[in-house]
């Protein structure tokens, strides 16, 4: 809704004070809400395609086809599965507190879609104008969701969802801890909490801080990985264990909201990763001017790549409908690949090159860390609850506050002492690096003896 | 307006769930209400323009003291103290005090419009951009003109720290020999 337009509606319906403020409210804010919505209605759909990407990526790995029936490739399989989950009866166990057990799931959906509002997919697409606490923000609204993780573990009133939301607790107290220590690191190479300064210091120092802070960025990894309760840290809804841990009593509507906001967590820890680590939505070499018209096409070449790839697959489609869906596929990659490729023939629309390009590269990125979040899944076994707690505050708690150090001497060297970025960081890194073999080997000698000590180890949370 | 919805909207919400918390029965009841007026209270600070002390209202008080709460009330029995009337000898006391509230509720609502500025209306706060950042200020005051109070509270801090693991450590020594 443009200005003039709203004013003539204004005007027309000679508006009461209460509404005028609606229509003032919404001049002001048009493009944080029309962001806003693009976020919320898209989130679920994306947590569903990368569903389909786990999917695929684990029967790749262990050697079979996986979701083929819906689709090409089974490409529909996400629809298929939101309307069956949709459509599924909605049980509410009878000793279960009703109110709290309708009320948790919504919880941490909407604590995960909230932190979003302050995370910049883009240089241009964000829903919170650049405010002062950025990082903070995602970070502390991003937690909330495991209120929801408690409140429905123990509302179910069932032993095993209780369990699974006391794992669940015990471990986002100690994660959080290591995640927002690793944090703090390229803090301070930033200098500031606004996401956006944050990309555009990294811009400036010619480097993403994943190179200033290597150890920092692992830490991140590992406690995001916690955080998000996935293998192999997926104490809390271990199915040989617990069934399905906390969200074993709900069903239908309500399980799938837990799911989203799951899967939107990811995509939130991934991108506040991408923000501090991985350079926003700077492309590789931002600072290399000759690669300024290579690079800028890239984003539009690679989705047009992509439509013929599906043309040539579309050939080999066994029935004629899925022929059919891969061309509709390839030609809406076509779109894509000129809404990114227009610009740079129309000089008038060279404005929007920037912005698209960031979104690429942005989302790129993103994909890249939840992919690896996938690798692990399906390579590592899953911890011992006990090894997980002293995983974290053993080893990455101490490492990442010795990182925290060490980032802030490396800075020193270079800014006080005229020493070179990278040699600093080098000695830095080494150092921090030789404090966690130590680090590691105490904690070894400590394991050993303890249990040559007792034959029953001590495990006061595994319940 | 707006800035006046806002407010009676957090500050009726932190009221409202204060109240529920103090009366349920069932104290992880209780404790979701605790968070929702914490959240209502964080509501009100960012309205002020202190965004610091809004996040961190959220990440310690929320995300981390509720957490321990709501911790410590799943690992206790809830249903002895559910049957039981607590506070037996307060709620004379209790009577008076909220007798005394609703008489001053009602006074400021009397007397609204000889209150200083446009009555019961919050007047439009600062536009964010003419204050100083919030956090930045907060760090310059904090590690320059308040640095000895700072460290002192750090220490203190780190002592009761030391502390709690100590007496942890002894009781289990204690308890396996």
Known sequence: MSYAAAQALACALSLSPAMQAVVDFLKTWWVELVCGVVIVAAVPLVAGYVVLVERKLMADMQARLGPMRVGPHGLLQPIADAVKLLIKEDIIPRDADAFIFWFAPVISMVAALTSMGAIYFGPSFRVAQDINIGILFVIGVSSLGFLGVILGGWASNSHYSIIGALRSTAQLVSYETAGGLAIISALLLSGTLRVRAIVDAQADQHVWFIFLAPVAFFTYLVASIAETNRAPFDLPEAESELVAGYMTEYSGFRWALYFLGEYANMIVVASVATTLFLGGWLRPFSNVHWLDIPMGVLPGLLIGGLGVYCIYRAGKQPVKVQFGFMWAVALCCFGVALIYLVPWVVSPLRFAIPGLNGAFWFLLKVSGYIYVFMWLRFTLPRYRFDQLMHLGWYILIPLAIVNVFSVGVAMFLSSEFGWNRWLAVIVTTAFTLAVSVFLVRLHDKHATAASSASAVPSDSYAG | ?177
């Open chain 2, 1 to 177: 307006m707006l800035d006046s919805i806002l407010f009676y909207f957090f500050a009726g919400v932190a009221v409202l769930s204060a109240a529920l918390m103090v009366t349920r029965r069932n104290a992880l009841h209780s404790a979701v209400c605790l968070v929702s007026t914490l959240l209502a209270i964080a509501g009100i600070f960012l309205q002020l323009r202190a965004e610091f002390l809004f996040i961190t209202q959220i990440i310690l008080y929320v995300g981390g003291i509720m957490v321990l709460f709501i911790f410590v009330i799943m690992l206790v029995r809830l249903d002895a103290p559910i049957h039981q009337i607590r506070f037996r000898m307060q709620r004379f006391v209790a009577f008076l005090v909220v007798l005394a509230l609703a008489l001053e509720g009602v006074v400021i609502l009397l007397l609204a419009h000889k209150l200083p500025g446009n009555g019961l209306l919050i007047q439009g706060s600062a536009p964010a951009d003419k204050l100083p950042p919030n956090s930045e200020a907060l760090a310059k005051s904090l590690f320059s003109d308040y640095l000895l109070p700072f460290e002192i509270a750090s220490v203190l801090l780190l002592v009761a720290m030391v502390g709690a693991v100590v007496m942890a450590k002894s009781r289990k020594r204690t308890s396996e020999s």
